[in-house]
């Protein structure tokens, strides 16, 4: 019998090999067949998938530059750490000096007796005798004088007025508000109110009237307790007290810079001269 054919030499073969291998498509166009049978296999455009190198969440994030970096926190300079130094110790100082901030406080049987030096201090009270004395004064010299202790309670209310609010320090926390006529910024602390119009009272006083020795060293006296009082009942640290009587102090010679006289203000002496 003839010998069966070879499967190289099988008719069909050719066929076969054809069908299983896609035509090789011209030069310059296999990307693009490529990428369109991809497409017929997907339904969409391959440009369209992200690639996985270039995916952000596979990124690697940038390195900070040097310049970019943050840089350390900068030191306090020793004036920033004299100045809380010098608080902290003020706030201690003032706490131990508190002896009378409370009815149970290791003086606290002196605390009626420090109130009415409080009030001794007061603006109100001094005020009202000042306009008082104005309206019953019959000497121009003493309207005068009068006039310019008026010119200056105003001018250290206004003052003081404005620093608190610009400062906006609280009080003590062993203060009680149980103070004598308060006002809105009567709740700061710095400076002491108190303690610049005791300190500005007692310099107009020993100028402008005649006074024994004995008085005026009660003068001087009456302005210095009214300071540490105010330390004693807890309604201020000892830097409002200091500050307050170098402001007080300071406060007189602006009132004697603008010293108001008949001749400066004509208009203002004829009024309480009627």
Known sequence: SPPAPSNLTHPALPQLVGRSRPPTPPHGEGLGGAAGAAENRTGRCPAAMPSPRSSPSR????????????????????????????????????????????ERSAWGSARPLLRLLEVSGHGV???????????????????????????????????????????RRRRPTQNKMDMF?????????????????????????????VLAIPLRV????????????????????????AFGFIMGYMQYNVVKYFWLSPLSAPALFAVWNQ
Not at 83 to 99: E, I, K, M, T, Y
Not at 136 to 142: L, N
């Open 59 to 102: 990124r690697a994030a940038p390195v900070p530059s040097p310049s970019r970096r943050a840089a350390p926190a900068a030191s306090p300079s020793c004036a920033a750490v004299a100045l809380r130094s010098l608080l902290a110790a003020d706030l201690r100082f003032s706490r131990q000096l508190g002896v009378c901030a409370g």
């Open 181 to 209: 006529v308060t006002i809105s910024v009567d709740k700061y602390s710095f400076p002491s109110g108190h303690a610049t119009r005791a300190a500005m009272v007692c310099r107009f006083v020993l100028h402008h009237l």
């Open 125 to 167: 009270p001094w005020l009202a005798g000042t306009l008082y004395g104005l309206g019953r004064s019959e000497s121009p010299a003493g309207r005068e004088v009068l006039l310019n202790l008026l010119f200056a309670l105003v001018l250290d209310l206004v003052l003081v007025a404005v620093v608190k609010g610009l400062v």
């Open 218 to 241: 009660l003068v001087v006296l009456w302005a210095i307790i009214v300071g540490i009082s105010r330390v004693m009942l807890g309604r201020h640290n000892v830097t409002d007290v």
